[in-house]
Antibody, heavy 114, light 108 residues
C-alpha cells in the first residue's frame, strides 16, 4: 500500500530552525514528484514547492522561495521541508503530497510561539 | 502565476440537492492538469477528480468534473450527508502550481 507518513507535530520558538519529514513507501520513490502544501489555521491550501526525488531538482512557489528548503534522501525514501529561522507566521499544518496520484501525508502541525 | 478563482465562496444546500462549483483560471489551463479535492475538518484533502474529468479511485459517480481552457466545474449530482465539506481546485500544468481559495458546501 502506497503511503506518505509525516513526522510528528512540532512546537518551536521564533528564530529556531526546523526540518520536518515525509517518508514514502509502497511504490518506487523516484517515480513521482513530491510537493509540500501549507494550510494556515482556518485558511485554504497553498502549494509551496516540489522535488523530483530522482535528481533532487526543486521548484518553488515565489511566495515560499528563499524561506524554505525542500530536499530528498533516496536512501531513506524521505522528503524534507526545512526552515533556518522560523517566524510566528509559519504556524500551520504542512502536508506532503503526490499530486498526480492523490497520495497525501497525514499532515505535520508546526506551531511557532514565544 | 495562474490564479484560480472559485465560486461561490459558500454554497448552502440540502441533502439530495445538486451542487455546482466553479473554478475559473486567469490563463488557460491544460485539461490534463486540473484537479478537484474535498477536505473535511481535521483531515487531509482527498483527490476527487484529476485531468479535469477523471474520477479518482473509489470516488462515487455522483461526483463529476468538466470544463476546459479557463472554466472548470465540479458537480455533485445528489448531495449525501458526507459531502458537506470544503472543495478546492488545483492546476498542476504550469509552475508554480496553484490552488483555488475553496468553496464550502454547507447544510442549508
Amino acid at each position: 500500500e502506497e503511503q506518505l507518513v509525516q513526522s510528528e507535530a512540532e512546537v518551536k520558538k521564533p528564530g529556531e530552525s526546523l526540518r520536518i519529514s515525509c517518508k514514502a513507501s509502497g511504490y518506487k520513490f523516484t517515480d513521482y514528484w513530491i510537493s509540500w502544501v501549507r494550510q494556515m489555521p482556518g485558511k485554504g491550501l497553498e502549494w509551496m514547492g516540489r522535488i523530483d526525488p530522482s535528481d533532487s531538482h526543486t521548484s518553488y512557489s515565489p511566495s515560499f522561495q528563499g524561506h524554505v528548503t525542500i530536499s530528498a534522501d533516496r536512501s531513506t525514501s524521505s522528503v524534507y521541508l526545512q526552515w533556518s529561522s522560523l517566524k510566528a507566521s509559519d504556524t500551520a499544518m504542512y502536508y506532503c503530497t503526490i499530486v498526480t496520484t492523490g497520495y497525501w501525508g497525514q499532515g505535520t502541525l508546526v506551531t511557532v510561539s514565544s | 502565476e495562474i490564479v484560480l478563482t472559485q465560486s461561490p465562496g459558500t454554497l448552502s444546500l440540502s441533502p439530495g440537492e445538486r451542487a455546482t462549483l466553479s473554478c475559473r483560471a486567469s490563463e488557460s489551463v491544460s485539461s490534463t492538469s486540473l484537479a478537484w479535492y474535498q477536505q473535511k475538518p481535521g483531515q487531509a484533502p482527498c483527490l476527487l477528480i484529476y485531468g479535469a474529468s477523471s474520477r479518482a479511485t473509489g470516488i462515487p459517480d455522483r461526483f463529476s468534473g468538466s470544463g476546459s481552457g479557463t472554466d472548470f466545474t465540479l458537480t455533485v449530482s445528489r448531495l449525501e450527508p458526507e459531502d458537506f465539506a470544503v472543495y478546492y481546485c488545483q492546476q498542476y500544468g504550469r509552475s508554480p502550481w496553484t490552488f483555488g481559495q475553496g468553496t464550502k458546501v454547507e447544510v442549508k
